[in-house]
């Protein structure tokens, strides 16, 4: 079975701090990882998406892979208050549907 | 441009009916995906259509559950006689050439059965 972990939370990081989010994966044969950040309520926004190893930024958001271990990581950047969200991360095969590990809850104090 | 849309936005059924729930994706996108997503949880895939023909439907968690998308846009997700375990948020996603795989969701579609 195909699975992706997240630790559940929450991760409470004060304004202006850098928010780290993991993740792993059991499927050695995916292919492409994205991060959705997903308010409460509402249904998930995609936010980065990442296909080879190494380090992938996007304004205050970096995203990096490491497929020997089986790793992905996404970094917020001067944390704020709006972010506070659920960031589930997604990873699929050959364009296939998206295995969604159950989400880490963020919390940014201001 | 549009994105994603569903409807309803919420449907509240009593357990036994069937229900429809409606997905229109994003104008071009060939692929279009349905999950279900429970509270607190990470979403769910139920099936997968590229154009008209669906290509995977093995998150289907029963033979009540059934989706079509006759012409290859607009997609319809059928629940047959609704037990309360099927209560969750339906979310559908779509993805086009070019996309590299980027599924763009909509709004979501929760139902309640009672």
């Known amino acids: 079975q195909k699975e992706v972990e997240q630790n559940s939370g929450p991760l409470s990081v004060p304004e202006g701090a850098i928010a780290s989010l993991n993740c792993t994966y059991s499927?050695?044969?995916?292919?492409?990882f994205f991060w959705y950040r997903q308010y409460s309520g509402k249904s998930p926004e995609l936010i980065m998406s990442?296909?080879?190893?190494g380090d992938k930024e996007d304004g205050r958001f970096t995203a990096q892979l490491n497929k020997a271990s089986q790793y992905v990581s996404l970094l917020i950047r001067d944390s704020q208050p709006s972010d506070s969200a659920t960031y589930l991360c997604?990873?699929?095969?050959?364009?296939?549907?998206?295995?969604f590990g159950g989400g880490t809850r963020l919390m940014v104090k201001p | 441009g549009a994105g994603v849309s569903q409807s309803p936005r919420y449907k509240v059924a009593k357990r036994g009916q069937d229900v429809a729930l409606r997905c229109d994706p994003i104008?071009?996108?060939?692929?279009l995906f349905w999950y279900q997503q429970a509270l607190g949880q990470g979403p769910e895939f139920l099936t997968y259509?590229?154009?008209?023909?669906?290509?995977?439907k093995s998150g289907l968690p029963s033979d009540r559950f059934f989706a079509e998308r006759p012409e290859g846009s607009v997609s319809t997700l059928k629940i047959q006689r609704t037990q309360q375990e099927d209560s969750a948020v339906y979310l559908c996603?779509?993805?086009?050439?070019?996309?590299?795989?980027?599924?763009?969701f909509g709004p979501g579609t929760r139902l309640t059965v009672t």
């Open positions: 104008s071009g996108h060939v692929s």
């Open positions: 259509f590229q154009n008209e023909a669906q290509l995977d």
């Open positions: 996603a779509s993805s086009g050439p070019g996309s590299s795989y980027e599924q763009y």
């Open positions: 499927d050695r044969g995916s292919q492409s």
């Open positions: 997604a990873v699929s095969s050959a364009g296939n549907m998206l295995t």
């Open positions: 990442i296909y080879s190893n």
